[in-house]
């Protein structure tokens, strides 16, 4: 699987950086896991999981990540006026 990381700094400022993975581990400045993806299988299936995911624990702890992450609330900051949006709602899929 191929994940792309983009820098704080953001695209036009840094590169992005593209690596080849087998597992992803996305986590919180604190060490809390929040999104986890991991290559099986003969023909690269990739599972995907994130922490409001009702399996999202049992694929950290099948991955060997030994931490439980508990999530009843979702708070995300708006960006800063004039931030360019890079993915979002697909027309006519809410906003």
Same mark, same amino acid.
């Given at each position: ?10 695209v ?7 690596? $080849? %993975?087998?597992? !992803?581990? !996305? ?7 929040? @999104? !986890? %993806?991991? $290559?099986?299988? *003969? =023909? ?10 009702? =399996?999202?624990?049992?694929?950290? $702890? ?13 708070e !995300? @900051?708006?960006? *800063?006026?004039? %931030?360019?949006?890079? %993915? ?8």
């Amino acid at each position: 699987m191929r994940v792309t990381l983009i820098p704080k700094g953001g695209v036009g400022r840094h590169p992005p950086l593209v690596l $080849e %993975a087998a597992q !992803v581990l !996305v986590a919180h400045d604190d060490g809390t896991p929040l @999104a !986890v %993806a991991a $290559e099986y299988g *003969p =023909d690269g299936g990739v599972a995907a999981s994130h922490a409001l995911d009702q =399996d999202f624990n049992r694929m950290l $702890e099948l991955l060997g990540i030994r931490r439980t992450t508990v999530c009843d609330r979702v708070e !995300v @900051a708006k960006p *800063p006026s004039g %931030a360019r949006l890079i %993915a979002g709602p697909r027309s006519g899929q809410g906003a």
